[in-house]
Every structure is written in structure tokens, then in C-alpha cells.
């Protein structure tokens, strides 16, 4: 049986109290009122430690609350100060832009494959869209992550899934400010007339019959 007459509960080894500040408090405070032998007391006592211990488990634990936060923006800093330029110049053009976009929305399936999945499910920047809501070209901000070995893999498969459903993709190198100059010059069907000029044919596998070039080599980018 226990002896309540002692104070707080200590190791036999005489290290330390069993329980924390906290609770070492309210273990005095429920043996005195145990020991007064007032029910109400210690039906009172019994209640508040349940109640801290209820709050204490609810914080820890954040019961009852998503694990999310809603992003300042849409877009990096550095995506948003390209988007405003790049809305300027296709709006004058007729264009409209629409960013990050899925590349498992721009495709249809003719057949489904599992491994497919990681593939599809990456998002492109930009894509950019004629009044009737066709596709014109999808942009890729390729900042300095984009040259390790892995992104670098991801980068080639991608070109060569756009290149494969006919949709061009343009690489432009990302930087601290962009002029309007820079930008129109980045994307030659800004300019049709200098598309033709700026587009690479490369076979890497994925190719097929009749496909035409679909990404381009920009200045200060890459393919």
C-alpha cells in the first residue's frame, strides 16, 4: 500500500524525483488534499491535472491541426519577377500564361505504365497558351541546382518527353532581374520569325517519326 505521508516520490537510488517540476507539483498538491480527506477538493485537484495533462498532450501532438501553412507566394521571388515580364510581352502577343502546370495535365495516356508516373507527375514553370487556349510553348527556369547530375538527368528525360508529344520546351538561365529585351529575345515565339532559327534537332531515344524540334538552345540557357 502506498504511504502518502512522505513528500514527492523519489528513485530508490536517490538520483532524482520520478516525475518533472510539474507534475512533482501537482503530486504534492493531490496527497494534501488526499490527506485532508476533503472529496472536493480532491476531485477538484484530480480534474485540474487531467485538464494539464489533456492541454500538454494537445500541444505536443497538435491533435486536432493540419501540418501545413499557407506559402507567401505562388511563385518564387525569383519565378514572380519573370512572370510579370513574361505576362507583359504575351499579352501583347495575344498569349496567355498559366504556371506551374502538371505535365500529366498537358498529356493524353495512349497506354498507362507504371513507371511513367514519376515522370508525369513533375510540373514545367510556365506554360504558355494561344486565345483559344492552345499550346504554344512550356518555359523552364533553370537555376544552379539544375546542373547536378541528378537534376541534370530529370532535365534530359523531360526535354525528351516534350520533344517526343511535339510541345516546345525553353530552357532560360535564371537571374538576378529580367528586362523585357532579355526575356523576348529567351523565346523566339515571342518573334515566330526566328523560331525555326533557334531550334536543335537531337535524337537521345525518345524521338519519334516525323516529330519536329521541340527545344530550343537560349542565350544564357541551355537545352
Known amino acids: 500500500m502506498v504511504n502518502y505521508s512522505t ?3 523519489y528513485e530508490p537510488n536517490g538520483v532524482g524525483p520520478i516525475a518533472g517540476n510539474a507534475f512533482r507539483s501537482l503530486e504534492a498538491g493531490a496527497v494534501q488534499m488526499f490527506q485532508s480527506s476533503s472529496p472536493i477538493l480532491f476531485t477538484l485537484a484530480i480534474g485540474i491535472a487531467f485538464l494539464l495533462l489533456s492541454l500538454l498532450v494537445r500541444y505536443v501532438f497538435r491533435i486536432g491541426s493540419w501540418p501545413y501553412a499557407l506559402k507567401p507566394h505562388f511563385l518564387t521571388d525569383n519565378e514572380r519577377e519573370f512572370y510579370f515580364v513574361l505576362v507583359g510581352l504575351c499579352a501583347r502577343a495575344g498569349y496567355v500564361v498559366f504556371s506551374q502546370v502538371r505535365v500529366a495535365d498537358l498529356l493524353e495516356y495512349k497506354w498507362y505504365r507504371p513507371a511513367d508516373l514519376g515522370r508525369v507527375s513533375r510540373s514545367v514553370d510556365f506554360v504558355i497558351c494561344d486565345s483559344s487556349l492552345a499550346y504554344v510553348a512550356a518555359i523552364e527556369l533553370d537555376d544552379s541546382s539544375h546542373r547536378q547530375s541528378t537534376r541534370v538527368e530529370r532535365d534530359n528525360d523531360v526535354n525528351a518527353l516534350f520533344r517526343y508529344v511535339g ?4 530552357r532560360v538561365a535564371t537571374r538576378r532581374r529580367y528586362t523585357a529585351d532579355f526575356v523576348q529575345e529567351s523565346l523566339p515565339f515571342l518573334h515566330s520569325a526566328r523560331a525555326t532559327n533557334r531550334s536543335v534537332l ?5 524521338g519519334a517519326a516525323g516529330s519536329s524540334a521541340v527545344v530550343a538552345r537560349l542565350p ?3 537545352a
Not at 510541345?167 to 525553353?170: G, K, T
Request: overall charge negative.
Open 7 to 9: 513528500g514527492p516520490l
Open 202 to 206: 537531337e535524337d537521345d531515344g525518345w
Open 167 to 170: 510541345l516546345p520546351l525553353y
Open 220 to 222: 544564357g540557357g541551355r
